[in-house]
């Protein structure tokens, strides 16, 4: 494990790209984290854009990602919030739990939200998920690809053929990503 990723909520809010990332956090390929603050913005993001949604579901999702997810959550982050400076400041947060984490990068669609003089301050890069997956692929082509793979054998209602299960990505705004699976054929 060479690097250190924080998910941002944006990215954990689609289940497509948050069930990919988790996967691919369990690679060992690098350590990704998060913090609770994380957790309770793509959830109470989702239950306001999906009122169909049982709070529990998510409750026992939160629960799964943080068992299986090898020291996923940062802790004691918050003194550094104050003194942070972004274009949002409701993303302070985010920031602070990538300096407490010692982080490389902080995986986001937000990529304006983190601009890169602030973030070198604190040797960070935010990079789009699409990005950030494109160099997994790059480390370890077969892994992203077995990741993929694992995640598209769980859809089961109904089960998704590789064709439509790239679709799904290139939904989650993954060019690149769907791009490498393409040609990974016959592996997902």
């Keep these: 494990m060479a690097f250190t990723a924080i998910y941002d909520a944006c990215v954990l809010y689609p289940a497509p790209l948050r069930d990919l990332l988790l996967q691919l956090a369990l690679t060992d390929l ?6 609770e603050a994380i957790h309770d913005e793509w959830t109470r993001n989702l239950l306001a854009n999906r009122p169909e949604l049982k709070p529990e579901l998510l409750a026992r999702t939160r629960e799964l990602m943080n068992a299986h997810v090898r020291d996923c959550l940062v802790e004691d982050y918050e003194p550094l919030v104050a003194g942070l400076t972004l274009p949002d400041p409701d993303d302070r947060h985010v920031l602070a739990a990538a300096i407490r984490a010692r982080a490389d990068v902080i995986v986001t669609f937000n990529l304006s939200d983190f601009p890169a003089d602030v973030l070198k301050t604190y040797r960070l890069e935010a990079q789009h998920p699409d990005e950030f997956i494109a160099h997994l692929s790059d ?3 077969e892994a992203v690809a077995l990741a993929a793979r694992t995640c598209r054998s769980r859809l089961k209602n109904p089960p998704k053929t590789e064709d439509e299960y790239l679709e799904i990505l290139a939904m989650q705004k993954l060019p ?9 054929d016959g592996l997902i």
């Design 30 to 35: 690098f350590r990704a984290k998060w913090t």
């Design 139 to 141: 480390l370890a082509p």
């Design 176 to 184: 690149e990503t769907v791009s490498f699976l393409r040609r990974m």
